[in-house]
């Protein structure tokens, strides 16, 4: 099965190829990808091919933090319903348990979990394909993505107590430091973002009800055109949640927004 994802978080990177002084046309014609795939944030692009465009222009411009410029482009805007849906939740908890629901609907082969360890909140965003070409730079904009998300839930009195890294030290480590202002951790075993976790109880503001009604109404109706089953949605929350020890049935159901017994 061709595992795929929307553009949306990755729109910016046209627009950090220019920064970097490469043309965007040529360099994705480069590996054979069409360049007006970036000019709707619902197209659709292979995980395979997203790795091998993220390694292409990390050579081609001879910069190793690529994916990260383009992770900073991103947040809950570029998540379509699913972050609409996140940031209009009553908490920060509830909001990242919106986003670990719905983000099949952006991207099937990776997924994010949330775990709670000593006073520590623990977002993770994982890969299934771990020796695919270009995961450092998928990676690297993965967790500029959530540290971006975070940001915006908490507001600017938020801050990180580590960001973790699954790809080795770049020589360079001066751009990840000014953008995360957190100590950093490379060659760990996970893509993530570490923080107290009493932001998870941080109160959101109040949206209208009707409002977040009709999201939830436009997400389901979304979810029912997806191509994904589900069985499959059920299989791709599991492998979430059972690392992370929350994986009952009456969990499971919590995260769908049913009852157990349905």
Same mark, same amino acid.
């Given at each position: 099965?061709?595992? *795929?994802?929307?553009? !949306? #978080? ?15 046309? =040529?360099? *994705? $014609? +480069? ?19 997203? &790795?091998?465009? *993220? %390694?292409?222009? $990390? ?18 805007? /570029?998540?379509?319903?699913? !972050?609409?849906?996140? =940031? ?6 509830? $909001? ?12 099937? !082969?990776?997924? /994010?979990?949330? %775990? ?7 977002? +993770? ?14 990676? !690297?904009?993965?967790? %500029? ?14 801050? #990180?107590?580590?960001?973790?890294? %699954? ?7 001066? #751009? ?5 202002? $957190? ?21 959101? #503001? ?38 992370? &020890? ?11 927004? *049913?009852?157990?017994?349905?």
């Amino acid at each position: 099965m061709q595992l *795929m994802l929307r553009i !949306g #978080p990755n729109i910016g990177l046209p627009d950090v190829l220019r920064s970097l002084g490469a043309d965007p046309i =040529k360099v *994705m $014609a +480069e590996v054979g990808i069409d360049h007006e795939l970036f000019d709707s944030p619902n197209n659709l692009i292979s995980l395979k091919a997203r &790795g091998r465009l *993220m %390694a292409h222009c $990390a050579e081609r411009t001879s910069c190793q933090h690529f994916g990260l410029l383009v992770g900073q482009q991103a947040g809950l805007r /570029t998540l379509g319903l699913a !972050g609409l849906r996140s =940031k209009y939740s009553s908490t920060v908890g509830s $909001a990242l348990k919106n986003l670990i629901r719905y983000l099949h609907l952006n991207v099937r !082969g990776a997924t /994010t979990s949330l %775990a709670t360890e000593s006073g520590l909140a623990i977002l +993770e965003y994982q890969i299934y394909q771990t020796e695919s070409r270009g995961n450092d730079q998928v990676g !690297g904009g993965a967790v %500029a993505v959530m540290y971006n998300i975070l940001r915006e839930l908490c507001g600017d009195d938020w801050q #990180p107590t580590e960001v973790r890294f %699954a790809h080795r030290k770049p020589s360079d480590e001066a #751009p990840f430091r000014q953008f995360f202002q $957190a100590p950093l951790s490379f060659d760990t075993n996970q893509y993530a973002v570490v923080f107290s976790a009493d932001w998870l109880d941080h109160r959101l #503001p109040d949206v209208d009800f009707e409002v977040r009604q009709l999201l939830q109404k436009e997400i389901s109706k979304l979810e029912t055109h997806h191509d994904d089953d589900f069985s499959d949605q059920v299989r791709s929350v599991l492998r979430t949640v059972i690392v992370t &020890g929350h994986s009952s049935a009456e969990e499971v159901a919590e995260l769908f927004c *049913m009852h157990r017994s349905t």
